[in-house]
């Protein structure tokens, strides 16, 4: 048990030891190309410059290149992982705000994956939007995510947008447009096989569209009942005499 103990010990001491004398690895300049991470390892990274954001990204080069973003430092912050499934695999330790620097651990890839630390220019973040920007920036707020032909609706035919435009997109989603809801497009796109007596996911309803029917008449609550069965096919199934 003691040389156990003392081998972990060993193990953590030498662990921190490596993180003391890791070298502190810095954001790329703006335009300058990527640079590609070690994974399944700590990195001690610097928090971003102002004015600036930094990306760690992991790359698939599977066929088409896919990016799927990691964790972001912007404005001179420190790092934080981003939301999603590989985000909660990252470790974010040892935020040094006065030094600025964090370690970040980034979880082991798969053949053909890497890892890419890339930096981003914020300073034109405070120029005016064009019109057809700030209709963008309005439908990403209001609905689901802005589309061509609804940016191009709030435009009139000089593609600016009136002081109007917004008030009135408003009061015709109240007075005359159906509403949408996340709930009935989580309903339809979930449970697509049930094979409990559980509820979540399910229609309320049987008549509705996409609802989802079990394949058994009867459930756990139902083994003590009195049932009467009657006819000679189609067969009748009786409940305490109540067909």
Request: aromatic share 10%.
């Amino acid at each position: 048990m003691m040389r156990k103990l003392f081998w972990n010990n060993v193990q953590v001491l030498l662990l921190l030891l490596r993180l003391a004398h890791a070298a502190t690895r810095n954001c790329p300049p703006v335009g300058d190309g990527p640079i590609v991470l070690p994974h399944n390892t700590t990195d001690r990274i610097m928090y971003s410059p102002s004015n600036r954001l930094c990306l760690i990204t992991k790359i698939r080069g599977d066929g088409q290149q896919q990016v799927i973003p990691v964790a972001r430092s912007y404005d001179g912050n420190g790092w934080y992982p981003t939301a999603g499934g590989l985000g909660e695999q990252v470790s974010i330790a040892k935020q040094i705000s006065s030094r600025n620097r964090a370690d970040v651990y980034l979880p082991l890839l798969a053949d053909g994956e890497s890892y890419h630390l890339t930096s981003h220019d914020l300073s034109e973040r405070s120029a005016p939007l064009s019109d057809r920007d700030m209709a963008s920036r309005f439908l990403e707020q209001a609905t689901f995510g802005p589309t061509s032909q609804g940016i191009d609706e709030l435009l009139d035919e000089n593609s600016v947008i009136n002081a109007s435009a917004f008030p009135l997109w408003v009061r015709d989603q109240i007075e005359n447009q159906d509403p949408t809801f996340h709930r009935k497009l989580f309903r339809e796109n979930t449970a697509t096989q049930i094979r409990t007596n559980y509820r979540p996911g399910l229609q309320l309803h049987p008549c509705k569209e996409k609802s989802i029917w079990r394949n058994y008449a009867f459930g756990y609550m139902d083994r003590f009942l009195y049932m009467e069965l009657s006819g000679e096919g189609p067969y009748t199934i009786s409940v305490y005499g109540h067909p």
